[in-house]
């Protein structure tokens, strides 16, 4: 099971941390003073809307979306103008998606995904500034398409329906077929699992098709926190969490930290057990809350932006 796999191998770099902190009685009072009200799925706090676009195209814009949505820090920032206004981040990316598909460009059939030219792709990704990662981001979109051109008939939906509802099935044929997805970091010699995007993938389809269609998934329960960048800043601003001094300076000096270091390691693994944590002080006072609804609220949350925040750590990585 994959909540077993993700928990166990990060509760050993938890165990043996030295660059982070939890504080468990910051969770505590968290877990006290969250409200039922504050329930909102990440994607319904889009501010763009994609609701127009069919069954079909909605699968498919999640698989381009959720496929090369990693690492958009950067000086300056990458922003995507559409529709008069301006968005950096995830809604960057959903903006340029919406915008290739408004100017014509088929971003969301595969055929032309898998043999998306260099130029297409750079004139769908345009922005202030070449997007980090582009030539990864390329490489994956091409190769994602191709794996589902060979093996299900060019269609994403036809894998889903291999996994027969089951979300955990899910998950092993997207980080199994889809290489990029396969999430994964060594720590202390120990193979330690994530599966960020791939879990988020998965989330994603169940709560755009509202558990109907292709999103009538079960086992979803056993889903983690998405270990990125935006929670555990979240967390350090409330105070869940802290870093030992070298690091704190790295990541307020704004220092890249290696993927794959321990730093790193332990800085996604603590992330994944606060949520955790979380969800037992909740269930302490009789709330069965998912990991997922405390994901999505402290990603949400990161996303207001206010002048004390402190940076979050910089990494470049196709992971998140």
Known sequence: MVKSRVLETTKFVVDNSTSVKIHHDKIVEFAKNFQDTNFVHWLSASPISYAHLNNEDKLNFLLVFNSTSFCYWGNPKWTVEYRGEKYDGSWAMVAAILRAIDEGKPILDTDYRANITREDYQAIMRGNVEIPLFEER????????????????????????????????????????????????????KKIYFYKRAQLLIEDIKQLFGGEGYGNLTNLEGFTACADYKLPQSMRKLGL????????????????????????????????????????????????????????????????????????????????
């Open 138 to 189: 390329w490489n994956v979109t091409r190769s994602t398409a191709s794996v589902l051109l060979e093996r299900y008939d060019g269609s994403f939906g036809n894998l889903i329906q291999a996994a027969s509802g089951d979300a955990i099935k899910l998950l092993e044929l997207i980080t199994t077929q889809f290489p990029s997805f396969d999430d994964t970091s060594t720590y202390k010699d």
């Open 241 to 320: 969490i802290s870093y030992e001094k070298e690091l704190e300076e790295k990541i307020d000096g704004l220092i890249q930290i290696p993927k794959g270091s321990s730093e790193e390691v332990e800085i996604r693994a603590n992330t994944i057990w606060v949520v955790e944590m979380i969800c037992e002080e909740l269930k302490n006072t009789g709330k069965i809350i998912p990991s997922m609804v405390i994901n999505d609220y402290l990603w949400i949350m990161g996303q207001t932006k206010s002048a004390d925040d402190k940076p979050y750590h910089r990494t470049l990585t196709t992971a998140y």
